[in-house]
Nanobody, 129 residues
Framework: QVQLVESGGGLVQAGDSLRLSCAASGRTFSTYAMGWFRQAPGKEREFVAAISRSGGRTYYADSATGRFTISRENAKNTVNLQMNSLKLEDTAVYYC??????????????????????WGQGTQVTVSS
């Protein structure tokens, strides 16, 4: 059981940077792989980035590669998404999610919504021209 709360969203201009954070409750944060997804009105939830339970491996969607960086601080129960060079098409509600994995799955980076067990409420990111 884990509760997730995102923060850091807002309205920014194209080309700007933004850092999202996800604070997790619970005693077993290090047993979860973590991910970020986004969803625009009328569209399906879209994978953005994932990080393994130890932070040793990451995976990015093509749209995020080279611009976004996912990281985690297990001692603080926190996952971050650094977003640089933001574009209009990055506008969406961003969700962080947690996927419980086995003890030996240190490099698991799930990429589909069905693989995740817990979700935050989302934070709005709006990019203007």
């Amino acid at each position: 059981q884990v509760q997730l709360v995102e923060s850091g969203g807002g309205l920014v201009q194209a080309g700007d940077s933004l850092r999202l954070s996800c604070a997790a409750s619970g005693r077993t944060f290090s047993t979860y792989a973590m991910g970020w997804f986004r969803q625009a009105p009328g569209k399906e939830r879209e994978f953005v980035a994932a990080i393994s339970r130890s932070g040793g491996r990451t995976y990015y969607a093509d749209s995020a590669t080279g611009r976004f960086t996912i990281s985690r601080e297990n001692a603080k129960n926190t996952v971050n998404l650094q977003m640089n060079s933001l574009k209009l098409e990055d506008t969406a509600v961003y969700y962080c999610a947690a996927a419980q994995v086995s003890s030996g799955s240190y490099y698991y980076t799930p990429r589909f919504p069905r693989e995740y067990d817990y979700w935050g409420q989302g934070t709005q990111v709006t990019v203007s021209s």
